[in-house]
């Protein structure tokens, strides 16, 4: 209908504006009537084409995933293989090969640096994204460049990239930390939890299955897996099909992702479930962390609250444990038994909570700091928001005691203070500001 308008107004038209339309032979008609119709089949498909640039400008402009995670990046040469080399060439006899993803995050750093001092070779990787102050992850690479690790600048769903890791370096474990963190974050920016804790883990997966050798893979994941779980202490063996967050139900889909590539490729895969991990060079968007900014500049602070004034309490372990359980994961991690993407026999699947097994209320955590600071917090009570959120955890760690001989040393008032110390020399030198 709307075709069949547009040709009779094309062929309306005078040719000459104002002059009078002579009469046509049937040819000369015919001959309009086809260079019509390719004036229509041409205008259609500008139009069309123009429907479409605008359609994927709105997509890409409503896009929920930052630029920065669809950001490309520059890679290769041979003065990047080089580097790349140097920094995984292995210093201590029978020393692991690790690929730490993440690497420029708050554990990537401390397990790289780890790795490293006891002779690992170690290449690091991590898309240094702007979820929170990109010059702390700048500081933590500068760090560990100085400890002789490398980090290359990628993201985890470049499976080019990865390849190309493997091909150069015939890597025997992957410290798999990179991801996108925090419980509230997940209804800002959803996809970004999609893009990073499912989408990413699989390309991690679809590389190691494929590399031969293939890694053992040892993998974050979280204690919020336990979600609406009311049973204490958590064992790694109680439900974790009630997610609280969108962070949640992702750490718990990669665990269920983990089952699938073990049973398929047979890749040994340990997950290391973290219960709230604090300390120096930690994550600006975690309580402890903005409470202590905050409290100096005399801001309030919320304290959450659960219902009928119920105390809120974490697990806080410090970060010193969680390196030592997961070097202990590495270190006690079984070969995967796959070649050529196929499966052998079966391979080890482990899971196991990293906690410090003593919950503390979030009140006291701020009177902590309160001593540790020398100034009075304005706290500000506040109900305990449902945006993921849960009221506590606590962690029943025998099997990771059993298994990995992993055993907290560090109570709250010891990893706080050390954490203060850091976080006044860091902030107090140079110009630096906490965001
Ligand atoms: O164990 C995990 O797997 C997760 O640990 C961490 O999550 P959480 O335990 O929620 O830590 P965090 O935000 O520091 O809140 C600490 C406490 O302060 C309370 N809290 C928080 C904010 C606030 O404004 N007020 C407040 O009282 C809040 O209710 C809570 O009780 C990691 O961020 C997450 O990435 C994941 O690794």
Known sequence: ?????????????????GKFKMEKSPYIHRLRFHSSLAKLTFWSFVFLGLILVFFFRSTTSSSPIPSDLSRTYS??????????RVSARIRASNGLLVLVTGAAGFVGTHVSAALKSRGDGVLGLDNFNDYYDTSLKRARQALLERSGVFIIEGDINDIALLTKLFEVVPFTHVMHLAAQAGVRYAMENPSSYVHSNIAGFVSVLEVCKSANPQPAIVWASSSSVYGLNTKVPFLEKDRTDQPASLYAATKKAGEEIAHTYNHI?????????????????????MAYFFFT?????????????????????????????????????????????GSGGKKKRSAQL???NLGNTSPVPVSNLVSILERL????????????PRNGDVQFTHANISSAQRELGYKPTTDLQTGLKNFVRWYLSY???????AQ
């Not at 209908?1 to 504006?17: A, E, G, V």
């Not at 040469?77 to 790349?84: D, N, Q, S």
């Not at 600071?373 to 305990?384: F, G």
């Not at 902030?427 to 500001?433: E, I």
């Open 75 to 84: 890679w290769g040469g041979l003065a990047w293989e080089k580097r790349v």
């Open 427 to 433: 902030y107090d030198s140079g110009n630096k500001s």
């Open 1 to 17: 209908m709307s075709q069949m308008k547009l040709i009779s107004h094309i062929d309306n038209i005078p040719s000459t504006p």
């Open 350 to 352: 482990r899971v196991y």
């Open 373 to 384: 600071l020398k100034v009075k917090a304005k706290r500000s009570i506040m109900k305990l």
């Open 265 to 285: 490729y047979g890749l040994s895969l340990t997950g290391l479930r973290f219960f709230t991990v604090y300390g120096p060079w930690g994550r600006p968007d």
């Open 293 to 337: 900014r905050d409290i100096l500049r005399g801001k309030s602070i919320p304290i959450f609250e659960a219902a009928d004034h119920g105390t809120v309490a974490r697990d806080f372990t410090y970060i010193d444990d969680i390196v030592k359980g997961c070097l202990a994961a590495l270190d006690t991690a079984e070969k995967s038994t």
